[in-house]
């Protein structure tokens, strides 16, 4: 058995509902360092930091599948799902930790900052983006809409890329983390434009 | 000290004496609960006088003052300057001062501080990022170092900048931004009596983390004019470059006072939230001039401050 064989028998090994299960750990975790002075002094900054920041490694995870798939014949199909849902899940919660804690009560700031803040601006386009796709993310729906399905979740890619453009927008300076993401992104994006390329070349 | 009788604030207009003895026994109890906690060498008390300057709030914790903090020459996360300014070297500190004075020169640490009578002010602090704090300050007004090496007729301005040592430094070595930091003020803005070199807090000598040994302190304006480290100080005749602005100044102005109608690009100035609160610690509105207008409004009488931002 290769190397890759047993990475794919464990993941194949673990059910998607453990996902789910252990889900929601990082989120109360940081909830409750929060809230026993674990995030240092200024907690709701940071727990909206780790939220987002998760959120967007998750996203990015999801987009991974298919290249590991493809070009290290790492298999994440089954979990693929899961990943989704969960980022939804990662990026709602850090969309309350701003409504609720960060702005907590200042309504017209709020919808202000949503249609005045660039950053704002693109994060919430990002989250609609992904509503749509999370309420079709269950067997029923993937049976209804049929090859529109696919055709709807490519939606997921211009929302990592606002997730990513949203970290670059908010920073102060030049600062490299949320770029290295962004490289991420857009080096997964390309890498399944690559194959299908030489593909198309070779029956040229 | 300079500029203080031309400032119509009285000891009695700010505080009663009683309430304002009574508060600096509870800071000098927070205080010494704060640095009992945060285990390090006794360090040996400043001896500052309280000034009729400070506010009446709440100074938030030394604990706090020391862990969140902006100093990107240490890295940009709010932890890492009290995680790498250790490297920092403060002893020997010279400070240039040049331009149009009359007595230029490299000026040790000790040199500028020798015969200055250090003052507690308590001052709020916000942050351009929306979040503030109330620290206990301790240092000098600037005014008094101005009028000790003589301001030439004609200087308009004052430029400061921070020590470059990437050795000691190490996010200088990457371009966040461009170094040295750079920070400037209109000379009637440093020779107001709020303006001060600040070389302590809670009556201990600055923290490396807060801009250890000698950095600026100007309350009315956002955190980033407050320049820490300050190694060079010049007087000129023309607007110095200032490191946010020449980043980017759409976003951040020469002046840089505190102003709730004028919001950042990026996101409101209108409230913040004063750092130490907790989980569900509100915002609350900024104050214009940071709650100095009376002591400062003047000095920008006729400018539009959403152009002079
Ligand atoms: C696809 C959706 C989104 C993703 C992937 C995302 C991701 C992120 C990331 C990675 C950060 C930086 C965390 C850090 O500094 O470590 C962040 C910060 C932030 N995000 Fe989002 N975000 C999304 C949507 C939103 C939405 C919908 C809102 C609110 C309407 C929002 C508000 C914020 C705020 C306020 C910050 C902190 C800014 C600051 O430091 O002051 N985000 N987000």
Known sequence: MTLTDRVNAAIRAVPPWCLYVVAPVPAAWWLYLGLTGGLGVEPIKALEHELGEFALQLLILGLAVTPLRQHLRINLMKHRRAIGVIAFFYVFLHLLAWLLLDMRGLWSQILADIVKRPYITIGMAGFALLIPLALTSNNLSVRKLGPAWRKLHKLVYPAVLLGGLHYIWLVKGLQFEPLLYMAAIVGLLLLRWVPQRRRAMARA | MAGRWKNDLNWSDITPKAAFLNRRQLMAGAGAAALGGAAGPALADLGAVPSEYS?????????????????????????????????????????????????????????????????????????????????????????????????????????????????????????????????????????????????????????????????????????????????????????????????????????????????????????????GGGLFAKRVPTQMFNGYEEEVASLYEGMDLSRYY
Not at chain 2, 206 to 213: C, E, L, S, W
């Open chain 2, 55 to 275: 506010t009446d709030m709440e100074p938030n914790t030394f604990e706090e003052i020391t862990s969140y903090n902006n100093f990107y020459e240490f890295g940009t996360g709010k932890g890492d300057p009290a995680e790498y300014a250790d490297a920092l070297t403060i002893d020997p500190w010279t400070v240039t001062i040049d331009g149009m004075v009359d007595k230029p020169g490299d000026y040790s640490f000790d040199d500028l501080v020798s015969g200055m009578t250090l003052e507690e002010r308590i001052y709020r602090f916000r942050c351009v990022e929306a979040w503030s704090m109330v620290v206990p300050w301790v240092g000098f007004e600037l005014a008094d170092l101005l009028n000790r090496v003589g301001v030439q007729d004609g200087a308009k301005y004052v430029a400061f900048e921070t020590l470059v040592r990437p050795e000691e430094m190490w996010a200088q070595k990457r371009p966040i931004l461009e170094w040295p930091y750079r920070e400037g003020l209109r000379l009637d803005e440093a020779m107001n009596p709020l303006t001060i070199m600040a070389t302590g807090l809670y009556d201990e000598p600055m923290p490396k983390q807060n801009g250890a040994p000698i950095r600026l302190v100007v309350p009315w304006k956002y955190g980033f004019k407050s320049i820490k480290s300050i190694v060079k100080i010049s007087l000129t005749d023309k607007e110095p470059p200032t490191t946010w602005n020449m980043l980017q100044p759409s976003e951040y102005g020469f002046y840089a006072n505190v102003n709730p109608n004028v919001d950042h690009p990026r996101w409101s100035q209108a409230t913040e939230r004063k750092v």
